[in-house]
């Protein structure tokens, strides 16, 4: 292994860069674009049998906005603090055609060492395993199952499900378990109080890896016309949720123990924090909205990043996973500095009169 190598569960990956599922990856010549930037693995655009879900991608509609909420322009150059706010909708396309294309896609991959990973969002489990079968005869190498879209209860009914229950979510990861021998990645919310317990469940339902976590739901007045922004509540996502989706991974890590594998999502938008994520216990990072929004070279210089920064330690990916996360002390471990806090407050002093 190389010093960018790292595992998820018996899969090797080149390094620990992904290129997650979006409209970046809705099409053939998007993948094959994600994949020559040197990612381990690309994620195609999720898809389920919904005909609702379908429709809602000719209703998507986004903006980025800067750390005032101000409009930026959609040049595939923002800076580093923008935010994506956003509705989305799922692949228009027939499932077998969608498959035959994604498999001929990863054997393309394969030459690159990298994968191309089909994502189902669950509408009706039954169907979903249908697929999910299908998708191992295809000769695909892995599958994602996404359980936690934001816009599931913003969507039509049925289109998209976005769990939070525990038991629920054991029961669909067990179904879909039963249903391929293939290496099998959840996707669940953020939006919920206890992600570790829904890791827990997916793990008991034999999920082989975990992808913490899925964007929250937002919504936005627009200060010029003083309607809702987008005329809709949408998915908002930007560098704020990264300590966020890193505490979630490190608690996990905790709960679950240092042998089962985590992939980190939302907040990442560069290499240094995907080694950020690294740290904090992920094993590999998905990257999506910062790929959306400004461009596949976002991938090759965060694989460049990623490497210039494991060099500088002398380590590797594997010695660093989880390094930081091992290391969170509690509050009553912390040194007691009685009157240390008043180096932080503003100063009182000097009122007029």
């Not at 209860?153 to 499900?161: F, L, M, P």
């Not at 997916?202 to 987008?230: H, K, N």
Request: net charge negative; with cysteine; aromatic share 6%.
């Amino acid at each position: 292994m190389t010093r960018l190598s790292t595992r998820i569960g018996q899969l090797v990956l080149k390094n620990p860069v992904i290129c997650g599922a979006g409209e970046q990856t809705m099409t053939a010549e998007a993948i094959r674009a994600a994949l020559h930037t040197g990612a381990a693995a690309v994620i195609a655009k999720s898809t389920n049998e919904s005909q609702a879900a379908k429709e809602q991608l000719d209703k998507t509609d986004y903006v980025l906005l800067d750390s005032q909420w101000q409009r930026l322009p959609w040049d595939f150059a923002p800076p580093a603090d923008a935010n994506l706010f956003g509705r989305s909708g799922l692949v228009q396309r027939d499932f077998d055609e969608w498959i035959e294309e994604l498999a001929g896609l990863d054997r393309e991959a394969r030459v690159l060492d990298a994968y191309v990973v089909p994502s189902l969002i669950l509408s009706d489990l039954e169907q979903c395993a249908e697929y999910a079968r299908r998708i191992e005869q295809a000769g695909l190498r892995v599958l994602e199952l996404n359980i936690g879209a934001p816009h599931g209860e913003e969507a039509a009914k049925g289109a998209i499900v976005l769990e939070r229950g525990a038991e629920r979510i054991e029961a669909i990861v067990r179904g879909i378990r039963e249903a391929t021998t293939l290496p099998l990645w959840i996707k669940l919310t953020g939006q919920s109080e206890d992600v570790v317990g829904l890791a827990r469940a997916a793990r008991r339902g034999g999920a082989d890896s975990v992808v913490m976590m899925g964007r929250f739901m937002g919504f936005l007045p627009d200060l010029e016309t003083g309607q809702p922004l987008l005329g809709t509540s949408a998915a908002i996502g930007g560098a704020w949720a990264l300590p966020l989706t890193a505490r979630w991974l490190m608690l996990t890590r905790k709960a679950m123990g240092d042998d089962y594998p985590l992939i980190a999502t939302n907040g990442a938008r560069s290499g240094l924090d995907v080694a950020r994520f690294l740290l904090a216990g992920a094993c590999a990072t998905e990257m999506t909205s910062a790929v959306f929004t400004g461009g596949y070279g976002v991938l090759s210089k965060a694989i460049e990043e990623l490497d210039a920064y494991v060099a500088s330690r002398d380590s590797s990916v594997e010695a660093l996973l989880g390094s930081a996360a091992d290391q969170v002390q509690s509050y009553q471990q912390q040194e007691s500095r009685p009157g240390w806090w008043q180096g932080f407050a503003p100063k009182s002093t000097g009122f007029p009169g």
